[in-house]
């Protein structure tokens, strides 16, 4: 663990709906003579990964509900846009001016439910959700290119998410596959070989995080990161889901 | 920003108080031929900074006053541990069985203070603050180490916090110089030539997240990490306290 490299992976096209990308990926790997190695960590922004799933809501065509209604007014945004994030939410969090934190029905708390506005799509508006199921498409992205390149890879999809406490967004993982997205190192002896009390590792975040580095949050041009060489175990049950705090071990919720 | 590198500085020794931190980084970098290049960003754990300081606290030499004693009912914990807990610490955010979670006299929120009981020192049982003042402590590391290799870096203080709402723990910046601990990237035109609105990256902490991938959580062993390859604005003036997120913008407080 002590030389890590990540690599963007240049030439990915502009996605759109109905788009293979596990085969654009692959594509794109072989255009740059990019070689992927046995325990690579692909990294995907979900961007992409909803444009391909064609995860687009035209906003003209939303008619918000009472409910909608009301939670605008609070939060003070367009009840169109409340009630497209209502409906990737299982609850609200909370609701501030010009801010909407909610649980979002894949189990992690972000704000405005990751929909997102920022980009339009040709004419009129047009917002993106996040991917259908984002650990299902890092599985379906790692297998379809460990079977392409015959070796064994790990992927995660990436979001960037806001925090209370702290300002400023990160890379976090809302998909992944094929490692431990939650690292549990907890008994592992430290350099005096006492044991390790609790350290449960965010290792998919940490991951997510770093390929933020290379990505860029503003940029679409560099969705996707190769992270090579470090040392983890393969996790074929383990999915960023793991990473939601139960509501029971949540002091914040 | 197509190509990162995170490499480990080798030959770190375990650090003891009075140590000169600067000195010894860069002594450990010259004997491993690693030559620090313009715009290098180094991480450095928050441990070893501590120990450099001698931020020791023997548990033994602990009498908690009655503050002290009524939190460590609420949270099952060592009366004496909470009473250092507390000296470090503004302010209580949570408390739940054996969680207590603070705001740091530093402006950030966290548990135990950082407080670190997992190592301990010789005889007895001894905790580890976190250093005095951590943005002091990278600037300090940032001219030493620049002035003695002719080369502008910028330097993070990283350590390892929990959040709400994710499990495990990821790398933050408690401490920076020389780098937009806080990035504003509004105002910069995306793919479409659209303006962003609202991206303000956390990138310190992205770099501590990433660090964290080479350095582990559970060692000592390799506490300084260089990320090479990153374009970001030299900034003498932001610090990781840009990262603390005001009382009136936290919904969680």
Redesign the interface.
């Given at each position: 663990?002590?030389?890590?490299?990540?690599?963007?992976v240049?030439g990915i096209p502009?996605i759109t709906s109905g788009d293979d990308l596990p085969q654009v990926i692959g594509d794109a790997l072989e255009r740059s003579a990019l070689i992927l190695q046995e325990n690579d960590v692909l990294v995907v922004t979900s961007k992409i990964v909803s444009k391909a799933e064609g995860r687009w809501i035209d906003l003209s065509s939303v008619v918000p509900d009472e409910r909608a209604l009301m939670v605008a007014g609070q939060c003070n945004k367009d009840p169109r846009l409340v009630s497209v994030i209502l409906s990737e939410s299982s609850g609200i969090s909370?609701t501030?001016h010009d801010?909407l934190?909610v649980k979002h029905r894949l189990g992690?708390?972000c704000a405005n439910a990751g929909v997102d506005?920022?980009?339009?799509r040709g004419e009129g508006e047009w917002l993106l959700l996040l991917p259908e199921n984002p650990d299902t498409s890092a599985s379906r992205i790692r297998d379809r290119l460990a079977g392409r390149f015959g070796v064994c890879i790990a992927v995660v999809i990436s979001d960037?998410h806001g925090?209370?406490?702290?300002?400023?967004?990160?890379?976090?993982a809302i998909g992944s596959a094929g490692l431990p997205a939650?690292?549990d190192?907890r008994g592992?002896p430290?350099?005096?070989g006492?044991r390790?009390?609790h350290?449960?590792?965010?290792?998919a975040?940490?991951?997510a995080?770093?390929a933020?580095?290379?990505s860029?949050?503003?940029?679409?041009?560099?969705p996707v990161v190769i992270?090579r060489g470090?040392s983890y175990p393969i996790d074929k049950q383990s999915t960023a889901a793991?990473?939601?705090?139960p509501r029971d071990?949540?002091?914040?919720?």
């Amino acid at each position: 663990m002590s030389h890590i490299e990540l690599i963007s992976v240049p030439g990915i096209p502009l996605i759109t709906s109905g788009d293979d990308l596990p085969q654009v990926i692959g594509d794109a790997l072989e255009r740059s003579a990019l070689i992927l190695q046995e325990n690579d960590v692909l990294v995907v922004t979900s961007k992409i990964v909803s444009k391909a799933e064609g995860r687009w809501i035209d906003l003209s065509s939303v008619v918000p509900d009472e409910r909608a209604l009301m939670v605008a007014g609070q939060c003070n945004k367009d009840p169109r846009l409340v009630s497209v994030i209502l409906s990737e939410s299982s609850g609200i969090s909370r609701t501030g001016h010009d801010v909407l934190i909610v649980k979002h029905r894949l189990g992690f708390v972000c704000a405005n439910a990751g929909v997102d506005h920022s980009n339009t799509r040709g004419e009129g508006e047009w917002l993106l959700l996040l991917p259908e199921n984002p650990d299902t498409s890092a599985s379906r992205i790692r297998d379809r290119l460990a079977g392409r390149f015959g070796v064994c890879i790990a992927v995660v999809i990436s979001d960037s998410h806001g925090r209370p406490f702290r300002l400023g967004t990160v890379g976090v993982a809302i998909g992944s596959a094929g490692l431990p997205a939650l690292w549990d190192l907890r008994g592992q002896p430290d350099l005096f070989g006492r044991r390790l009390q609790h350290t449960e590792v965010g290792f998919a975040d940490e991951l997510a995080a770093a390929a933020g580095l290379v990505s860029g949050q503003a940029s679409e041009g560099m969705p996707v990161v190769i992270i090579r060489g470090i040392s983890y175990p393969i996790d074929k049950q383990s999915t960023a889901a793991d990473l939601n705090r139960p509501r029971d071990k949540d002091l914040y919720c």
